[in-house]
């Protein structure tokens, strides 16, 4: 008798174990099969989830991330079979270096002609050839600032160590951008490498430091919004939803040039579905798919297509100011401890 | 046997909650990158950047467990003294705000508080100065504070109304005043419960990350953003695990004083 409830007991734990597991499993399959995409959170535009279902037969499940670097170990260990990731260009290139992502194969993507030339060289120094990826969005790194809050033009990285702007600055929270700001003002490559510059420009951070009023990343427009800063470091995605809510506001990108960040789609060696990650990527670089996501996310999206439709310049850099301009490149984490030790000597100072 | 089956999830939940977990921290602080064995993440808590970082956590936590008991233990005799017979309606009140995620209740006082924050407006229509604590060390102990709060007032007030009213009005009826009866009587009594309310405080206080993140606006470091840092933005989870062991060392020691303290777990919430 004992051992039948021993019996059922280990029944209901496993069949509960199986329905913990089960949440998070396939639900109903599309009839041609399932796609799982990994995406940054709210990165596209949830509606078309089921117009991408409708038009394939696939059925689609997408989970989220915030961060690259919460993404990687989930790639890097195959802890969940994903077929299509989000990612950024340092991370692309660090998946690249681990031999982690597939060939995409360009027959499946002939939307793959939709994207614009301008962004090509900035994703060749990433993925040679882009054989491995294909853009979702882009944009720079600029100075935003209140009209009514500074005085005369802004129009360099050096504004942000004017001392008539003390506790009015909103600097990155974040390492590599807070170098490639101190990188682009002292010259330097924002991907060096050397020591020495490496110092420099931390000694730079650190007289910088305290005029900042704050270090943000994601909270820096809501503190720009409200008026509580003159200035903030910020993408350019940023800047149609800013400008909605406080029409002071207005964004450049500095003349010694800076960082241009590219989101891209790509897909894991380990995918399950290599025909369906291709299908979804055709479809994001569909003209009406960039459409509907530039409304969506106000981000600049790098698509022939909808070019016309981007009518704020910051959106679309020319080419004299691109020139000037770098690509977040993945330096290798011995690099990037001997970083992380003078950006901490920096925090703490 | 047929009692011992029961205790099979719970096994499972401190093998899969903790004992993996706590192995695969250690195996991360004891290794480097390649997986060689060193000490050196553990020893880093000694640098310069580390050791600030952690004395400024030792400091804003103590500084947040001690407003938080002065706070804590007088609105507990108020409780436990008030006749209105609606006790329990009055801790409900206190503890209404953990109802909410505490990330929005600490995101709520960053809007609250920024320099162009509701406070400095309302401050500013009446005519009074700002008020500019926010991105400052004052700031992130406001909000341990207002976070932590109902955890210190939850055990003592449970406590104190655990004390038998006879032994007090027996001290009142042996001629000692209300200060002998509070010194010589309701504290040695509450102790249990003032030891689990500081240890709930304190030790979340220490490793917070979110807290300062938001109200210091980056510029307070403590050694929980360090932390996180290393597990995020520097991918180094090897030195993340390493630090997040030194700071284990500090769990250990405030769970050897509350069970020095609290031997018949009577400042239990529960």
Redesign the interface.
């Known amino acids: 008798m004992k051992k039948i409830k021993a019996v059922v007991l280990i029944l209901i734990m496993a069949m509960s174990l199986t329905l913990l597991t089960g949440c998070g499993g396939k639900k109903s399959e599309g009839e041609n099969g399932t796609l799982y995409v990994y995406c940054f959170g709210d990165y596209f535009d949830p509606e078309l989830q089921q117009d991408f279902e409708e038009a394939t037969g696939y059925k689609l499940i997408v989970d989220l991330f915030d961060t690259n670097e919460e993404m990687y170990p989930v790639v890097k260990n195959n802890t969940a079979d994903y077929d299509v990731i989000c990612a950024s260009d340092y991370m692309i290139e660090k998946l690249l270096s681990e031999d982690l992502l597939a060939e995409i194969n360009y027959d499946n993507v002939p939307n793959a002609d939709n994207v614009m030339d301008n962004v090509k060289p900035f994703m060749e120094e990433f993925d040679p050839g882009m054989k491995h990826s294909l853009p979702h969005t882009w944009g720079t790194y600029g100075i935003m600032y209140n009209k009514t809050m500074v005085n005369g033009a802004i129009d360099s990285w050096n504004v942000l160590w004017d001392e008539q702007y003390k506790d009015q600055i909103v600097m990155p929270n974040s390492m590599r951008e807070g170098y490639m700001i101190a990188a682009k003002k002292l010259g330097y490559s924002m991907n060096t490498t050397d020591e020495g510059e490496l110092s420099a420009m931390t000694d730079a951070l650190i007289e910088q430091k305290p005029l900042a009023y704050s270090f943000a990343n994601d909270s820096a427009r809501e503190i720009m919004i409200g008026d509580s800063a003159a200035m903030a470091v910020i993408t350019s995605g940023e800047v149609i939803y800013s400008k909605e809510y406080n029409e002071n506001l207005e964004f450049v990108i500095p003349k010694e040039g800076t960082e241009v960040w590219t989101d891209c789609w790509a897909i894991p060696k380990t995918a399950k579905n290599k025909e369906g990650a291709e299908a979804w990527i055709n479809f994001m670089l569909s003209k009406e798919v960039a459409e509907t996501n530039f409304e969506y996310l106000t981000y600049a999206i790098p698509n022939k297509e909808i070019a016309d439709l981007i009518d704020e310049p910051v959106l679309n850099p020319p080419e004299d100011v691109l020139a000037k301009c770098e690509t977040l490149r993945n330096l290798g984490s011995d690099v990037d401890a001997v970083y992380s030790k003078y950006w901490k000597k920096y925090k703490a100072d | 046997?047929?009692k011992k089956?029961f205790s099979?999830?719970f096994l499972l939940f401190i093998i899969c909650g903790t004992i993996v977990p706590l192995g695969v921290i250690t195996f991360y602080g004891i290794t480097d990158?390649s997986g060689a064995f060193t000490l050196e993440n553990i020893t880093a808590i000694t640098t310069?950047?580390?050791m600030?970082?952690l004395l400024l956590a030792l400091g804003l936590a103590l500084i947040s467990t001690v407003i938080c008991l002065v706070i804590a233990f007088p609105l507990g005799l108020i409780l436990k003294d008030s006749k209105l017979g609606k006790k329990g309606f009055m801790v409900f009140i206190f503890i209404l705000p953990m109802w909410m995620n505490f990330l929005l209740r600490t995101m709520a006082w960053?809007?609250l508080l920024?320099?162009?924050?509701i406070i400095n407006q309302v401050l500013g229509l009446i005519g009074l100065p700002d008020l500019n604590i926010?991105?400052t060390p004052t700031a992130v102990v406001l909000g341990m504070v207002y976070d932590y709060l109902p955890f210190m007032i939850l055990p003592i007030y449970n406590a104190l109304i655990k004390i038998d009213k006879n032994v007090i009005e027996a001290a009142y009826d042996l001629g000692a005043g209300y200060r002998q009866v509070l010194q010589k009587i309701i504290i040695p009594l509450s102790v249990p419960g003032i030891v689990s309310g500081v240890t709930m405080v304190f030790v979340p206080s220490l490793t917070t990350f979110a807290v300062s993140?938001?109200l210091g606006?980056?510029?307070v470091?403590l050694i929980g953003?360090?932390i996180e840092?290393?597990?995020?933005?520097?991918?180094?989870w090897n030195l993340g695990a390493g630090l997040s062991l030194v700071m284990m060392i500090f769990i250990v020691i405030s769970m050897a004083f509350i069970e020095k303290f609290d031997r018949n777990g009577e400042g239990n919430i529960i």
């Open positions: 046997m047929s089956i099979g999830p990158r310069g950047e580390h600030e970082a960053q809007v920024e320099r162009n924050g926010i991105n993140n938001m606006g980056g510029k470091n953003n360090i840092q290393e597990f995020t933005a520097s991918s180094n």
